[in-house]
């Protein structure tokens, strides 16, 4: 692997930052280990989430990449580094849901767990100010966030990853209950980009229900550390 130059930082985000390198089509993407963003109660520091954060979107892209589902992943430079490809990013949260859980059950008054007969894919804009609101297809043309064509494309890859991510997870005993997939163009076509961790999925134990990763309450830091460590086991060793 060639050293690869850290140049101006890009971009910063809640849970990343993304640095130029001498290469105009390549960024570093560095994980960090706690969240920042305006008005967050004191966010949970977990120890080397960014490492984990960093190893889990590494093996879940590799994952779909072999599978012929493109990715902005390149490779890993460091324990919370990988080198990705820049993309031009379309301001929308695809989320894939395979049992009812979060906003779907508050929006549809349905019991969390209750399994769908069909993968939901909904899309939301990406607008921290706005609160990311929930938008169907019209919005997404009126607003001009991606074309019909796009649309079609950003779905089909999103189901398709949802059929290869189910038996991957179910392997490692982990339900997959729901994720977010973020697009962006690169030459004309379209690749999976952001980050694929228990921060933008809701991973649940296959045989005990329990929540793993993520801990969306915010009620158990503790707990939150040892199924973060749990899910990473699970995927990457
Ligand atoms: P929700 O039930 O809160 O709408 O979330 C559905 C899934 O999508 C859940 O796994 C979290 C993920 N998600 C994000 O990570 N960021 C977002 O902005 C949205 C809307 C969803």
Known sequence: MAAVRRGRKLFEGKWKILFETEHPDRLI???????????????????RRGAMKNGISAALFGLLHRNGIPTHFLEVLSD?????????MIRLEVVVRNLVAGSLAKRL???????????VLEHYYKSDALGDPFVNDFHVNALGLASG?????????????????????????????????????HDGRLMVGDELTPDGCRFWDRSTRERLGKDRTRRSPAREAATYQEVFQRICS
């Open 29 to 47: 993407q560095r994980f960090k280990d706690a969240p920042t963003f305006a008005g967050a109660r004191a966010p949970v520091k977990l120890a």
């Open 109 to 119: 008054g349905m019991e969390v767990g209750t399994p769908l007969a069909a993968p």
């Open 149 to 185: 064509e796009e649309l079609k494309a950003i779905r089909e890859v999103a189901f398709r990853a949802n059929g290869i991510l189910l038996p991957f997870f179910a392997e490692r005993e982990i339900l997959l209950v729901d994720f977010k997939l973020e697009f962006g163009r």
């Open 80 to 88: 919370r580094e990988m080198l990705v490809r820049r993309l031009e």
